[in-house]
DNA sequence: ATTCATAATTGGAACGTTCCAAATTCGTCA
DNA sequence: TGACGAATTTGGAACGTTCCAATTATGAAT
């Protein structure tokens, strides 16, 4: 049953061509007549060839594989992420090799470093929490094009395609306050990421041009995760001053303080605001509907994998910073002041 | 800016010694004395060489490459399980070749064609709807070793491993049967799968033991994500005679039930028990915390990936079918917490 | 018939590694 | 000193492709 492997050669042979025609029929050169094309191409599904790539990029360094790794696979954002690259990478003929580094630094090491071993032609990562510019430097310097996702990393050198995290914490926090709310809480993420950063500038400039001081006791770090926006809530409540609006970190931890929330017998949309960032999939079907900033994951990851493509295809493309639009989707969960309203009004 | 490769001979030429002791060293050859083995290692560091895996895979034909092709990686059951591969597979010194076909048999079988091409070693596949033995069989007949996870296909000569679904569907209508359910429907998934035929057996099958009819009508289908979950309880709903508890296909299907539920008012573990099936990490935090089957979908990575690292190592191993174990994990979506401490504050 | 352009085809030399058989060095023992 | 075995080292020859320069076939125009 060991079938031992079956080259161009072969083909060749068989076909009655030389190997340097059935190289031209595989890469489908305009330069091979009609007739031995039609041959060659039946010979091949004759014996059952298999193209070896190892050997094309070999001969020619540059690979059809492209890289990506993520941080955190089992946060849903990424899975889709990733499936956003896949789909256009994969119709450019490409295929992703996919990494998971669950926020360690070493790992991410190994992989990037295998990932080089073979050959990608370019690398697409969203870095875990702590790399530096240094560490993808033997990337660039190899001229590897690499594009950041999701997490930027200052004078890397590299493009990057990060959310309007800034403005987008804006909208949702004038929201929240345009409902009426006063006390709002900042709730999870870790306190030393960039994107927290951003997303609490956006949330305390927002209290600022209303008037309203930006208590530091209103932020409330935790991991990104939904038992994190659990014990977020829990902390939240219990301040002397309760908050009755949140905007949470993610859309993971606004779940958490939604089952905090009910948990406590708060129903949230009803009895505290909540809004979330990221727009995944279960936002609108979620009961209640998530009210989230929209960053579409899936569509972030077609335009890394566009942008990623683009410059390997470019051979050298210079460093491009793309900072994707956001916008706040209203659904049910910041519902909170139209049901005081409506209460007020029944009174 | 373009540096071009460096190469073992380049290695070898300037640590003075002959591009086969270079690769001796690469390999960790025992054949090496220390003292050259430390030169050689200097001299690749201070050269910055990278090592070309593609030429290593050309000459001994093994790739340390692995493939894993999934369904839905959406689905956070799935992007569970490919973390759960990555973290075996990764530390076997393997790298793997993630792709998602999204449930559509065209793309799978691009995918696989392209893995093959890139000579993966082994290959563990969530096969798509429809998937025949015969679209495995190329694979087969080169001798590349395939382990089917989730999914299994009937006669295809491969290796799989799948969960308990009929003992698990079994033991999750029992309880629900011990709490004094007697109307008890089957939510969500598609009905022409193996996976739902598996479950939905050990659901009737726990019916009858009790003398329950398994009416056909409570039986309802949908897609099996949360989405499909909302209509899947909104139809039940509608049924003259409402069921008290449901079965669903999976965690994704119970969510959705639980917030078609609250849509209608109703509170899931109080007034509707509800089961899941996989046990995504989300089940446990979720309010309320929702009873599952707990497949574990990360170790059932692990150990597909384990399986597969087996069969890669023997050269040759023949197919085995394993059917994980799967147990009942009660928490309070089907009440029974609330029913306990009911019961106890009576006594 | 001859010439010439164009279309098609083709040998061989890479690409960067591993593997084999053979060669070299080294220490030890007679 | 010579011989011998073990420990190291080393030249090629693969592996399966692509690319280049060169060759051959084809057909039209003279």
């Known amino acids: 049953m060991v079938k031992e492997r079956v080259t161009v050669v072969d083909i060749?042979?068989?076909?009655?061509?030389?190997?340097?025609?059935?190289?031209?029929?595989?890469?489908?050169?305009?330069?091979?007549?009609?007739?031995?094309?039609?041959?060659?191409?039946?010979?091949i599904r004759e014996l059952g060839y298999v193209y070896n790539r190892s050997a094309a990029n070999l001969r020619q360094s540059k690979s059809k594989i492209i890289g990506i790794v993520v941080n955190d696979l089992t946060n849903s954002f990424f899975a889709e992420l990733a499936v956003g690259v896949d789909t256009v990478v994969q119709s450019a003929g490409f295929v992703q090799f996919l990494?998971?580094?669950?926020?360690?630094?070493?790992?991410?090491?190994?992989?990037?470093?295998?990932?080089?071993?073979?050959?990608?032609?370019?690398?697409?990562?969203?870095?875990?929490?702590?790399?530096?510019?240094?560490?993808?430097?033997?990337?660039?310097?190899?001229?590897?094009?690499?594009?950041?996702?999701?997490?930027?990393?200052?004078?890397?050198?590299?493009?990057?395609?990060?959310?309007?995290?800034?403005?987008?914490?804006?909208?949702?926090?004038?929201?929240?306050?345009?409902?009426?709310?006063?006390?709002?809480?900042?709730?999870?993420?870790?306190?030393?990421?960039?994107?927290?950063?951003?997303?609490?500038?956006?949330?305390?400039?927002?209290?600022?041009?209303?008037?309203?001081?930006?208590?530091?006791?209103?932020?409330?770090?935790?991991?990104?995760?939904?038992?994190?926006?659990?014990?977020?809530?829990?902390?939240?409540?219990?301040?002397?001053?309760?908050?009755?609006?949140?905007?949470?970190?993610?859309?993971?931890?606004?779940?958490?303080?939604?089952?905090?929330?009910?948990a406590r017998r708060l129903e949230p949309g009803a009895d505290f605001a909540v809004i979330g960032f990221d727009d995944v999939i279960e936002a609108k079907t979620a009961v209640p509907a998530l009210t989230t900033v929209s960053v579409d994951p899936q569509g972030m990851g077609q335009r890394a994998a566009e942008l990623l493509l683009k410059q390997i295809n470019a051979g050298r493309a210079e460093a491009e910073s793309i900072i994707g639009s956001v916008r706040l989707v209203v659904r049910q969960s910041c519902g909170a002041a139209i049901e005081r309203k409506t209460r007020e009004a029944l009174s």
């Open 99 to 262: 990494a998971n580094t669950s926020e360690k630094i070493e790992r991410q090491r190994e992989v990037v470093a295998s990932m080089r071993e073979h050959g990608v032609s370019g690398l697409i990562i969203s870095p875990a929490r702590g790399t530096e510019a240094a560490d993808l430097a033997p990337l660039v310097e190899s001229g590897i094009p690499v594009v950041l996702v999701v997490r930027d990393i200052a004078d890397a050198g590299v493009s990057s395609l990060t959310s309007d995290n800034h403005a987008g914490a804006m909208a949702a926090v004038r929201h929240l306050i345009d409902r009426g709310h006063r006390r709002i809480a900042f709730l999870g993420g870790f306190p030393d990421t960039a994107v927290f950063e951003a997303r609490m500038r956006g949330y305390r400039e927002a209290l600022l041009e209303a008037g309203l001081d930006a208590a530091d006791g209103l932020v409330i770090g935790s991991a990104p995760s939904r038992a994190g926006g659990v014990t977020a809530i829990e902390q939240a409540m219990m301040l002397s001053d309760r908050p009755t609006a949140a905007l949470c970190f993610n859309d993971a931890v606004a779940f958490g303080v939604c089952d905090g929330l009910r």
């Open 12 to 43: 060749a042979r068989a076909a009655g061509v030389s190997k340097s025609t059935v190289s031209l029929v595989l890469q489908g050169s305009s330069l091979v007549n009609e007739v031995t094309r039609a041959k060659v191409n039946a010979t």
